[in-house]
């Protein structure tokens, strides 16, 4: 399983950036033809199998514990609530879904998209086990782990932690099956209809995010999952319901791009001209780091990849703050070791992942170059 987690890793960047040329110059020629062209139809397919292709990369990266987490500190029973509506929009109406939520739950630190995923995972795989329908109940509650093994079969870190559970009363599975169930690919469902990647992706994130979970069940009894993640006490910031702007935006800012892929670096430059930037292009770390020095115009942003010959993104991140401290800095990957080593960013900081649509790239560069308004 560690063996995969690796291969993933390694894989993932040369194939997200492929994956990110694929998704853009469809985006730019969707753009380009009328909604009658008679391409139209296979462009739109081509889209959407790389859009596929990017989901399969991200739960292996998931299962590898290799994603990069942008952790803040939430309330799971909020995080909960806010799924609710589209929980009950996946069941059918001989399923009978029950919350039972613990108040004064502990907070928690994680990232939140990837408990949402988590979460609807859990909630997938219960359904699935319920075909005739059946009861499903979602449970949070506050858990003093001891360190003891006992229902884990391994040593856990003792201390407070914040556990929420997906229980179903569905088949269940026999005991040849459970320990199986984490691993990639692996699955008792049709091969049309499962791809073996859902309970790894839950395990990767779990484990990545410094928590636990176990699984109990028995043919025609169902199951219960149960996640475990350290608990916080301090108060969970608020969750940001502002729904996101479908415009991508315009700038005039002087944008440096650093990347070592000829194709996602032509590409970049042509989603930021035409929407106003003007481009600076390095094909490596040290150029990146010359343009810097020798420009003599401002340069508002820095758009740089993680992995490069010569000196690394975040090399060249520390160097090119000192050279122009007022400077802004994006990175960006579809994986990166040295980042997700630590499991999360800088809060300094900020990323983008591969493969990004235009649309989320011209959004990104907005955000971080627009300062909040206080």
């Known amino acids: 399983m560690e063996a995969v987690g690796r291969l993933a890793g390694g894989v993932a960047h040369d194939f997200n950036n492929l994956l990110t040329v694929i998704i853009g110059r469809c985006e730019v020629l969707l753009g380009r033809v009328s909604s009658n062209h008679p391409m139209r139809p296979d462009l739109l397919l081509i889209y959407e199998a790389a859009q596929k292709a990017a989901l399969v990369t991200r739960q292996l990266l998931a299962f590898g514990r290799k994603q990069v987490l942008q952790p803040k500190v939430l309330d799971l029973n909020a995080v909960i609530r806010n799924m609710e509506t589209m929980l009950r929009s996946l069941t059918s109406d001989n399923v009978e879904l029950r919350k039972d939520l613990t108040e004064e739950l502990f907070s928690i630190e994680a990232d939140r998209g990837q408990i949402e995923q988590v979460l609807m995972n859990l909630v997938v795989n219960a359904l699935d086990a319920m075909p005739s329908g059946g009861k499903l109940r979602i449970h949070t509650c ?91 006490c301090a108060a969970a910031e608020p969750l940001d319901e502002n729904e996101r702007i479908t415009l991508a935006p315009h ?8 990347e070592d892929s000829d194709l996602v670096r032509q590409l970049t430059r042509e989603i930021l001209e035409v929407r106003g930037y003007r481009v600076l292009e390095a094909s490596n770390g040290n150029e990146a780091l010359n343009i810097c020095k020798m420009y003599r115009g401002p340069i508002h942003l820095t758009l740089s990849d993680v992995v490069m010959p010569g000196i690394t993104g975040r090399e060249l991140v520390e160097q090119v703050v000192q050279i122009r401290p007022d400077m802004k800095v994006l990175l960006m990957s579809g994986y990166t070791d040295e980042i997700s080593k630590a499991g999360f ?20 560069i907005r955000e971080v170059l627009d300062p909040p308004q206080l």
């Open 345 to 364: 960013l800088h809060p300094g900081l900020h990323f983008i992942e591969k493969p990004f649509t235009s649309n989320s790239l011209a959004l990104k």
């Open 251 to 258: 700038g005039r800012e002087t944008i440096l791009v650093a």
């Open 142 to 232: 506050n858990v003093e782990l001891d360190g003891s093994p006992e229902g884990f079969g391994f040593t856990v870190k003792s201390g407070p932690y914040a556990m929420f559970s997906v229980q179903d009363t569905g088949r269940g599975m026999s005991s040849e099956i459970l320990p199986h169930i984490f691993e990639p690919f692996f699955t008792t469902k049709d091969k049309t209809s499962g791809s073996g990647l859902g309970l790894p992706t839950v395990y990767g994130i779990v484990k990545q995010s410094g928590g636990y979970i176990t699984v109990a069940s028995c043919p025609g009894e169902g199951s219960t999952f149960k996640v475990y993640l350290p608990g916080l």
